[in-house]
């Protein structure tokens, strides 16, 4: 509930109050389970981050570079539509404890350079153009962390068909397909 509270009204104006009503308790019972809106924003990340790990894990099996970033990023768009991924995506860093924003940057640094990684894999076996893995693990990440805003729960497309057009559109490309 903490990180359904966190991702829709935003983690400063998300209060323990409002997280302790919605889970029909009371705020010090609240406190039984956490100290402090830091520690359940932690918590929230902890659970993305293990999803994200997972994701990362099952996405290396697959043969080429470009498949493993394909891979990846269908179930990363499923993560960061749902409440704990919306929550690691939307949070700002300024809102966090150091020690909570230490701990999330480096699984963000983390994502970045395995996502780099297979995008070099991909240059290696062919699968993938020859550009900065800097800039396609930045790029992707761009696009498809927007999902965390626009994304609404009740759309008829699910997140990993829309994550297949889009990945489509930027590893196919935009333009128009030639005439036969």
């Not at 889970?23 to 956490?34: E, F, G, I, K, V």
């Not at 981050?49 to 043969?63: F, G, H, I, M, N």
């Not at 690691?88 to 350079?113: C, I, K, N, Y």
Request: with cysteine; aromatic share 8%; charged share 25%.
């Amino acid at each position: 509930m903490a990180a359904r509270m966190f991702s829709r009204h935003g983690f400063r104006q998300a209060t323990l109050e409002d997280i302790a009503q919605s889970l029909d308790m009371t705020r010090p019972a609240l406190y039984h389970y956490a100290r402090s809106k830091d520690e359940l924003l932690a918590e929230c990340a902890a659970i993305a981050d293990a999803e994200l790990s997972a994701a990362l894990e099952d996405a290396r099996s697959a043969p080429t570079g470009r498949a493993q970033l394909h891979s990846f990023f269908l179930r990363y768009a499923e993560i960061v539509t749902d409440d704990f991924g919306r929550c690691f995506v939307l949070t700002d860093g300024s809102e966090m404890t150091p020690a909570v924003w230490a701990r999330m940057r480096a699984s963000q640094l983390h994502l970045g350079r395995a996502i780099a990684a297979m995008a070099r894999q991909g240059m290696r076996d062919g699968s993938v153009a020859a550009r900065d893995p800097v800039d396609i693990s930045l790029a992707l990440f761009g696009i498809f962390n927007g999902m965390a805003r626009w994304y609404r729960p009740r759309s008829r497309r699910k997140p990993a068909a829309l994550a297949a057009d889009m990945l489509a559109a930027v590893m196919d490309g935009i333009g128009v397909a030639a005439k036969r």
